[in-house]
Every structure is written in C-alpha cells, then in structure tokens.
Nanobody, 126 residues
Framework: VQLVESGGGSVQVGGSLRLSCVAS????????MGWFRQIPDKEREGVAT????????SYDDSVKGRFTISHDKAANTLYLQMNSLKPDDTAMYYC?????????????????????WGQGTQVTVS
C-alpha cells in the first residue's frame, strides 16, 4: 500500500488543522492505520491509531481530547483532525499502515508495529 499525506502547514496556537492520508494499492480496512510525528533528534512517537476493522482508536495522552482520528473507507483515506494546537505539536507527521490487529494502545502506538509509511507532512504551530 502507498500512502500520501497532505494538510500540514503553519498555524497559530489554538488553531486547527486536518491532515489527510490517501492510500492506494490496497484498502485501508485491511490494516491498522496510524498517525505518528517526529521532530529532529527525537524518536518518532505515536499520536493516534485506528483499527479500521473495528473501529478501535488509541491516542497518546498528549493529544487526547484535542485530536481525532477517523477514516473514510469509500475514499480509502485516513484523517487526523487537530484542534487546540500547541507549539509542542510542531513536527513532521506521518501516516502509517500495519498488517496487524492491535492488542492494546501500547502496541498500536508503537512505530515498529507498522509496515508502510508515507513521506510526511510538516505541521508548525507558533
């Protein structure tokens, strides 16, 4: 499966953005899908995941109540609605697909669980 992210940009503190990830080559309903983020010199961290067979969602504590992951199976697209953005949310955001059924949030939010990655879209909050 190929993944292409879009929707990143620069936004003021407290603002909102919606990231999109269009999948091709396979249907996202076959995968656990996730959003991850990374800043230079830091490890990639899981932000939100959804098992589209469920759906069942998991969120990192830092984004709970502010971010919402969703999907449109007909469009084969994953979304991340980000509200109340903070400077700490500044990062490159990546979409990922994993061929597994998550047994818990820890597994779902672990990047090592995922097989396919997009190129990323930059989010800057200032």
């Amino acid at each position: 499966v190929q993944l292409v992210e879009s929707g990143g940009g620069s936004v003021q503190v407290g603002g909102s953005l919606r990231l999109s990830c269009v999948a091709s080559g396979d249907t996202i309903s076959r995968y656990c899908m996730g959003w991850f983020r990374q800043i230079p010199d830091k490890e990639r961290e899981g932000v939100a995941t959804i098992h589209t067979g469920g759906p069942r969602t998991s969120y990192d504590d830092s984004v709970k109540g502010r971010f919402t992951i969703s999907h449109d199976k007909a469009a084969n697209t994953l979304y991340l609605q980000m509200n109340s953005l903070k400077p700490d949310d500044t990062a490159m955001y990546y979409c990922a697909a994993g061929w597994f059924v998550p047994r818990g949030a820890s597994q779902a939010l672990a990047g090592s669980s995922y097989n396919y990655w997009g190129q990323g879209t930059q989010v800057t909050v200032s």
